[in-house]
């Protein structure tokens, strides 16, 4: 059935270092990818996404790698700051592309100043 | 523009009893997705509405839950009987082109 892997789980860095986060997915027909970053006691928010047509997006900080061939794809932040803290979730669309989300397990930041 | 809002932020229920949880999307959305978080593992998918109709329901863990969104607009979540293991966060999500969905705070329900 449809799957996204995430790891790690979790990931500790210091205050300034690079963050990556990993994800696979199963379904070939995805062309959608969102990231979430969820802060403590707050909703999911949107915070970075990729089309299946495009290789790489950048914001600022923030950057999002993917790689058809091998269904998987990465998000990157780099200079981390301590409110870069928070659980980060991968997302994929399904084939049937009714915008129904497949999630990740979830990635708990945690940025020491 | 007022985001995703939902009722109640956190509910406590002894095993048995019923809750409804509701969601009010963000105004003009048609598309309306309701997820589950249990136990700090992935966010899983419920049910998509589409306006007043349900496009999707294959997340419904069973029949104890019943969603509904009269009207095309805000909708609920019923769970009858709760059991212990319904316990977890619900998410509403809305989006007006099944891309950019918008999150709700979520509902945290404890069965016990």
């Known amino acids: 059935g449809e799957n996204v892997e995430q790891h790690p789980s979790t990931l500790s860095v210091q205050e300034g270092d690079s963050a990556v986060i990993k994800c696979t997915y199963s379904?070939?027909?995805?062309?959608?990818f969102p990231w979430y970053k969820q802060e403590l006691g707050k909703r999911p928010q949107l915070i970075i996404d990729i089309r299946s047509n495009v290789g790489e997006k950048k914001d600022q900080r923030i950057a999002v790698t993917l790689n058809k061939t091998a269904k998987h794809f990465s998000l990157h932040i780099t200079e981390t700051q301590p409110e870069d803290s928070a659980v980060y979730f991968c997302?994929?669309?399904?084939?049937?592309?009714?915008?129904?989300?497949?999630f990740g397990q979830g990635t708990t930041l945690q940025v020491k100043p | 523009e007022a985001g995703v809002t939902q009722f109640p932020s956190h509910s406590v229920i002894e095993k048995g009893q019923t809750v409804t949880l509701r969601c009010d999307p963000i105004s003009g959305h048609d598309n309306l997705y309701w997820y589950r978080r249990v136990m700090g593992k992935e966010i899983k998918f419920l049910l998509h509405f589409v306006k007043e109709s349900k496009q999707d329901e294959s997340g419904m863990p069973n029949n104890r839950f019943l969603a509904e969104r009269t009207g095309g607009t805000y909708s609920t979540l019923k769970v009858q009987p709760a059991e212990l293991e319904d316990s977890g966060v619900y998410f509403c999500?809305?989006?007006?082109?099944?891309?950019?969905?918008?999150f709700g705070q979520g509902t945290r329900l404890t069965v016990v």
């Open positions: 379904d070939s027909a995805s062309n959608y």
């Open positions: 999500a809305s989006s007006q082109d099944r891309a950019f969905a918008f």
């Open positions: 997302a994929a669309t399904v084939s049937s592309n009714t915008g129904k989300l497949i």
